[in-house]
């Protein structure tokens, strides 16, 4: 999804977005099945020519615990914030996200965010998990 940045950033200020992001085609070892799609509700600044974006990411997703194999419901949600720059040449830095034409890939840069971030164990927080199936 390309979000339109030219007028914020003629004018520094905040462009709010809020929108869905469908990761079914994602492999998550963890997310054995996503309940909705990701809702995302953020907004880009324009602070004295700096971009900034930040926003919220909520997930619903039938996860399945890395200890004891368990299935469990989980809803949460998540706070990120990325840099945006135009005509970005130093493309190493994995905090910053090009702005093309004015224009940034909303999706990409929120699926990158979010994926980046994935925790190495989904643990389901059960007083018993740990105790009847495989060992981490
Ligand atoms: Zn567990």
Do not use: H
Not at 103 to 111: G, S
């Amino acid at each position: 999804m390309l979000f339109d940045l030219k007028e914020v950033l003629r004018n520094p200020g905040v462009r709010e977005f809020k929108f869905e992001l469908d990761l079914s085609e994602f492999e998550f070892s963890s997310v054995k099945e996503w309940c909705a799609p990701l809702t995302v509700d953020g907004k880009v600044r324009n602070s004295g020519g700096v971009l900034t974006l930040t926003c919220t990411v909520t997930s619903d997703a039938v996860c399945v615990c890395d200890r004891c194999g368990r299935e469990f419901r989980r809803r949460e949600s998540g706070d990120y914030e990325a840099y945006l720059q135009e005509n970005l040449t130093d493309d190493d830095n994995p905090d910053i996200f090009p702005v093309k034409g004015g224009m940034v890939d909303l999706e990409e840069v929120v699926r990158t965010l979010y994926v980046l971030d994935a925790p190495a164990l989904t643990l389901c927080g059960e007083t018993d998990c740990g105790f009847g199936g495989l060992e981490v």
